[in-house]
């Protein structure tokens, strides 16, 4: 295989993985990946010679940047408006049978 095909290969398989996790990485992003990366670093150095060029690639494609934004706003939590904390109805103390005052003197 060529080394412009490995190149679109390479590319394609980043795409699609921004795209699911919404965010384009930077190279330090993308080497704490680690196990994680679905290409590993030591591939795309030898095919592209560097992740950078990989990166100002897939960023300079307008369609990948609109669907991985769109992805991230999916993704997004969204605010949960709090539920207000309602306080316990305290019952009045019944009165004593005895009829005794409960104020001191």
């Known amino acids: 295989m060529s080394k ?3 190149r ?4 394609q398989k980043l ?3 921004f795209i699911q996790i919404g ?3 930077t190279a330090t992003e993308y080497n704490k990946l680690g196990e994680g990366q679905p290409v590993l670093a030591s591939s795309i150095k030898k095919v592209c010679k560097h992740y950078d060029i990989v990166e ?3 960023r300079a494609d307008e369609a990948l ?3 991985v934004a769109q992805s991230a706003a999916l993704q997004a ?3 949960v408006k709090p539920i207000p904390k309602v306080k316990p109805v ?3 103390k019944p009165a004593s049978k005895l009829g005794a005052s409960t104020v001191e003197k």
Not at 8 to 11: S, T
């Open 23 to 25: 965010k384009i990485l």
């Open 4 to 6: 412009n095909k490995k």
């Open 65 to 67: 940047v609109a669907l």
């Open 77 to 79: 939590p969204k605010a």
């Open 8 to 11: 679109k290969l390479i590319q």
């Open 15 to 17: 795409a699609a993985y």
């Open 90 to 92: 305290t019952k009045a």
């Open 56 to 58: 100002k690639t897939l």
